[in-house]
């Protein structure tokens, strides 16, 4: 089983930044840490940005250039550095695992972002 467990989300003015952490634990066989989705209140969840096993990442076009994704997989973290944030921004952001064979995605319980003046 998996477990991840995501950081560092807050209250944060438009224009300032902040920076998600999940940290992954329990059996990681053949499982790795994609990335980011979000979902704002009364919205469906949304792909943010993804990293594949190899390294390349892929954003939303309303993140494109504001955010980046990395992972430390000797830690067993992912990351979301987030700049340049906009109301549009606000919503809770949860990591995402999955299993290479079986597909499997794992959740962490999610990070409230809200951007506010």
């Known amino acids: 089983q998996v477990q991840l467990v995501e950081s560092g989300g807050g209250l944060v003015q438009p224009g300032g930044s902040l920076r998600l952490s999940c940290a992954a634990s329990?059996?990681?066989?053949?499982?790795?840490?994609r990335g980011w989705y979000r979902q704002a209140l009364g919205k469906q969840r949304e792909m943010v940005a993804l990293?594949?096993?190899?390294?390349?990442?892929n954003y939303a076009a309303s993140v494109k250039g504001r955010f980046t994704v990395s992972r430390d997989n000797v830690k067993k973290m992912v990351y979301l550095q987030m700049n340049i944030l906009n109301p549009e921004d606000t919503a809770v952001y949860y990591c995402?695992?999955?299993?290479?064979?079986?597909?499997?995605?794992?959740w962490g319980q999610g990070t409230q972002v809200t951007v506010s003046s």
């Open positions: 995402n695992a999955r299993h290479t064979a079986t597909l499997r995605d794992y």
């Open positions: 990293i594949t096993s190899g390294g390349s990442t």
């Open positions: 329990g059996n990681m066989e053949n499982t790795y840490l």
